[in-house]
């Protein structure tokens, strides 16, 4: 090669590097951008997807740790690099593999929350919280150049700060997953829960806890609770309501005018958000005054009383009995899960702790045949989910043999209650769920002599009474 072609080489390179540095920086924009529209393309629509997409998800509390630790590195390297220039170098590396784990474990946590259908304000905070600081990370790859170089000197330093903000939010959200939403705030000091608007957790003698909670249980919490979250709230607790949903906040303490929740409680029953929705009956009167009494003193969760109401105390469910080691048939369940398609999941890593039967991926097809496969396996069962399935008044015969359930949801089911009796002598039970069903209040009479029964709904059904009732100190019957 001649000297003048090398020169006209060494001449282009600089050329070549602006070239690759462009396309780079425009991937990284088109990056950005494609995380920013995640949500809107792909929606966490409440349904469970593909078995790979769970499977992959649940490495997601596994890599979520390795971009907090490069992120938390990052800042350390900067300041330590002015006095330790190779320090700087190392912080651009690990800088490029804090970009490229933020988004391996938004991938995975998608991938989770999509695959297993989950969904929920926390959720959403959490989803937006990894896509906030997966951006800005890219942010600071693409700022860093300019920083170095004295001829951008603010954006870097801005959104590294940004940053170290995001991951404080994102990783609180995830622990609210996993732990609770007072998981960080529980023990901090009442002047701190002060500062950070942070909510006390429900005393359990409390207003809330004797009155406002069961009147949510009863009515609202099937549409707000953990199996099915409209709008984006939940109201099977203390933090969670308090947490608001898609449109904010539906409590604001002292203020009944702009309570969301109670203005939705109190619409004419036609209105299209009126609340409780699908067709339910709307709360009684002394409900409503007692929500609305609760909100004007405060919604405290930790007062005892309020002025003009008494609290009654309401029925204990009884403690789980053990269910027996089950961990020898383990290699039957497996046989039978991949045989029916419905699945018997451990509660805990416990086998005393029991299994819980869900046929939600084979619903339409479930049926009492099927059912009765699972006999042998039935005194280790603590709940079982036959929603939707084809099980009719014939399956109640196998699920007398469930000695240890304790919840059972038949909604929407062809059953007629003409084999509830042979329930009786499930003396854990204390859930169970007719609602959408044909059971009749001649069918359902034999449950009034279960005694540990505290949570029978029978919504939509020829035995729903004209107006929620609770006998029994608290039984809800709507």
């Known amino acids: 090669m001649s000297s003048q072609s090398v020169a006209a080489d060494e001449a282009e390179k600089p050329a070549r590097r602006d070239r690759r540095t462009r396309v780079a920086r425009l991937i990284l924009w088109l990056v950005i951008a494609e995380l920013l529209l995640l949500p809107f393309v792909v929606p966490l629509d409440g349904k469970t997807h593909a078995d790979w997409q769970q499977f992959l998800g649940r490495f997601h509390p596994l890599a979520v740790h390795l971009p907090i630790g490069f992120l938390l590195l990052v800042p350390f390297l900067e300041l330590a690099g002015r006095?330790?220039?190779?320090?700087?170098?190392?912080?651009?590396?690990?800088?490029?593999?804090?970009?490229?784990?933020?988004?391996?474990?938004?991938?995975?946590?998608?991938?989770?929350?999509?695959g297993g259908g989950e969904s929920g304000s926390t959720l959403t905070l959490h989803m937006w919280g990894g896509i906030a600081l997966s951006a800005l990370t890219l942010l600071c790859v693409l700022a860093r150049p300019g920083w170095l170089a004295g001829t951008l000197p603010l954006p870097y330093p801005a959104a590294l700060t940004a940053v170290m903000l995001a991951l404080v939010f994102t990783a609180h959200e995830g622990g609210s997953i996993t732990h609770g939403s007072t998981y960080l705030t529980r023990y901090m000091p009442a002047g701190l829960k002060g500062i950070f608007g942070a909510t006390a957790d429900a005393n359990p003698d409390s207003?809330?806890?004797?009155?406002?909670?069961?009147?949510?249980?009863?009515?609202?919490?099937?549409?707000?609770?953990?199996?099915?979250?409209?709008?984006?709230?939940?109201?099977?607790?203390?933090?969670?309501?308090?947490?608001?949903?898609?449109?904010?906040?539906?409590?604001?303490?002292?203020?009944?005018?702009?309570?969301?929740?109670?203005?939705?409680?109190?619409?004419?029953?036609?209105?299209?958000?009126?609340?409780?929705?699908?067709?339910?009956?709307?709360?009684?009167?002394?409900?409503?005054?007692?929500?609305?009494?609760?909100?004007?003193?405060?919604?405290?969760?930790?007062?005892?009383?309020?002025?003009?109401?008494?609290?009654?105390?309401?029925?204990?469910?009884?403690?789980?009995?053990?269910?027996?080691?089950?961990?020898?048939?383990?290699?039957?369940?497996?046989?039978?899960?991949?045989?029916?398609?419905?699945?018997?999941?451990?509660?805990?890593?416990?086998?005393?702790?029991?299994?819980?039967?869900?046929?939600?991926?084979?619903?339409?097809?479930?049926?009492?045949?099927?059912?009765?496969?699972?006999?042998?396996?039935?005194?280790?069962?603590?709940?079982?989910?036959?929603?939707?399935?084809?099980?009719?008044?014939?399956?109640?015969?196998?699920?007398?043999?469930?000695?240890?359930?304790?919840?059972?949801?038949?909604?929407?089911t062809a059953i007629t209650g003409s084999g509830l009796a042979k329930l009786a002598p499930l003396t854990q039970l204390t859930y169970l769920n007719l609602s959408g069903t044909r059971v009749t209040q001649a069918a359902a009479s034999p449950l009034a002599s279960m005694k540990n029964l505290h949570h029978l709904y029978l919504f939509n059904t020829p035995a729903q009474p004209a107006a929620s009732v609770q006998p029994d100190g608290g039984r809800p019957t709507t």
Request: glycine residues 8%; contains cysteine; proline residues 8%.
């Open 83 to 114: 006095r330790r220039p190779a320090l700087r170098e190392a912080a651009s590396v690990v800088l490029s593999l804090s970009a490229v784990a933020c988004l391996a474990a938004l991938t995975l946590g998608y991938l989770l929350a999509y």
């Open 207 to 412: 207003f809330y806890a004797k009155t406002i909670n069961p009147i949510f249980d009863s009515n609202c919490v099937s549409c707000h609770g953990s199996s099915k979250v409209e709008g984006g709230l939940r109201l099977d607790s203390y933090g969670r309501l308090m947490r608001g949903g898609r449109d904010g906040a539906v409590v604001v303490p002292g203020n009944t005018g702009r309570s969301i929740l109670l203005q939705r409680i109190t619409l004419p029953p036609g209105d299209k958000h009126f609340m409780p929705s699908e067709g339910k009956p709307p709360l009684k009167p002394d409900q409503i005054a007692a929500i609305t009494a609760w909100i004007r003193q405060g919604a405290s969760p930790t007062s005892i009383s309020i002025a003009g109401f008494a609290t009654t105390e309401r029925p204990k469910d009884p403690p789980p009995q053990p269910v027996g080691d089950y961990s020898a048939l383990m290699p039957e369940i497996d046989a039978m899960d991949k045989k029916l398609g419905a699945k018997l999941v451990p509660v805990s890593s416990k086998p005393s702790d029991g299994l819980i039967l869900e046929t939600v991926d084979v619903a339409p097809t479930f049926n009492d045949a099927q059912l009765a496969q699972l006999a042998k396996f039935a005194p280790y069962i603590v709940e079982a989910d036959l929603a939707r399935t084809a099980i009719t008044d014939a399956g109640f015969d196998t699920l007398a043999t469930f000695t240890h359930l304790r919840s059972l949801h038949l909604e929407s």
